[in-house]
């Protein structure tokens, strides 16, 4: 009797469901920290010329010297650093997982944090072994150094700031962690434009650190364009796991121009932040509402009744992201984008309407 096609699937792929995206149609989309902000007109007319243009019928530069060098000029990069590409920082992760993913390794992250971290762990064969954070969401620094003291971790990955609390950990706290591990740390900086920190210039301080970065949050998420920073060494061991091609030629030619747009990169964050404070200061006004200060472009807060009231929003034509019950530390906790003035005014009122109906 043949064998049923699934029974050749891991058991553990087989424990995990997909990853969820709600349909967004006809609503406020404040539930996935993009960009709210378009691109000027005339920017996205030149965009327009140069995918006019573009050789579509041709592989892209499979190194993409001419990204990687505006990368390096745009972020700062140091010279005796490499940059690797991924098609989004989602493929970064899986891209070092596969790299590490010896017969009983250990992948080492915080919860609650990025559940990419978890799922590509198991996706690439790892141990996943989370370390709870404090009931404050800052790192619980004895706990984590136990734990890398018993599991040995090939990989540690802590976003910085975290997703979905919002917060920056302690740097100090985070050096330690950094020291003590004894395979690569890998820090996740996907909202470090919103951040006041960051620890690209450190990058040299730790001789197992690594760096990660997106555009996605800087308004290019359709581009799917992340990279890391690191040693040499280490970057040219990686490339050897980088599916030829990965970042197409369109995401090459758009990103490039883009990245020449610092002053208007800046002011766009500049604006979220802005933003970010006057929606934080509005949901700390609402009674039963408790808001957590962010370093991101997204505020976590937490309500009675969060899934109603989470479906109230819906209803009211916003989408956020319910987070009740992803997590212990998360009872009662969704998370808002900061978006427009207009989009986080109605989202206000929409919250307002619901909580009162809940």
Do not use: W
């Amino acid at each position: 009797m043949p064998k049923s096609p699934d029974d050749v699937i891991r058991d553990e792929i087989r424990a995990l469901s997909p990853y969820r995206v709600h349909d967004a149609s006809g609503l406020i989309k404040l539930d996935a920290m993009e960009n709210p902000f378009d691109l000027p007109l005339a920017l996205r007319k030149e965009i327009g010329d140069l995918v006019r243009d573009a050789a579509i019928n041709r592989y892209p530069d499979s190194g993409a010297a001419q990204l990687k060098a505006r990368l390096r000029e745009t972020m700062n990069i140091a010279a005796d650093s490499e940059i690797l590409l991924g098609n989004g920082s989602d493929e970064l992760i899986q891209i070092l997982a596969l790299a590490v993913a010896k017969p009983g390794a250990v992948l080492l992250g915080v919860e609650p944090s990025f559940a990419m971290f978890g799922l590509i762990a198991v996706y690439a064969g790892l141990q996943y072994r989370p370390v709870e954070l404090n009931r404050d969401f800052s790192l619980d620094v004895e706990q984590t150094l136990a734990a890398i003291d018993e599991v040995q971790p090939a990989l540690v990955i802590i976003a910085y700031p975290n997703n979905p609390t919002g917060n920056l950990f302690d740097a100090d706290a985070l050096a330690q962690i950094i020291r003590a591990a004894p395979g690569l740390v890998v820090i996740d900086e996907a909202y470090y434009a919103f951040a006041d920190s960051s620890f690209l210039p450190r990058l040299n301080e730790f001789p197992n650190l690594s760096l990660m970065r997106t555009l996605s949050k800087l308004g290019l998420a359709g581009l799917r364009l992340g990279f890391l920073v690191g040693r040499p060494g280490l970057v040219a061991q990686l490339e050897k796991l980088r599916l030829p091609y990965n970042v197409n030629v369109l995401t090459q030619i758009v990103a490039e121009r883009v990245l020449r747009e610092t002053v208007l990169l800046a002011a766009q964050a500049g604006a979220i932040k802005r933003e970010r404070r006057r929606l934080f200061g509005a949901l700390q006004s609402f009674p039963g509402v408790k808001a957590f200060p962010s370093s991101g472009n997204f505020i976590l807060f937490c309500v009675s009744h969060a899934d109603a009231v989470f479906e109230g929003l819906k209803q009211r034509g916003v989408l956020i992201k319910n987070l009740n019950g992803v997590h212990r530390l998360l009872p009662g906790c969704l998370r808002v984008t900061v978006g427009t003035p207009q989009h986080n005014r109605a989202f206000m009122r929409a919250l307002s309407e619901s909580l009162e109906a809940a």
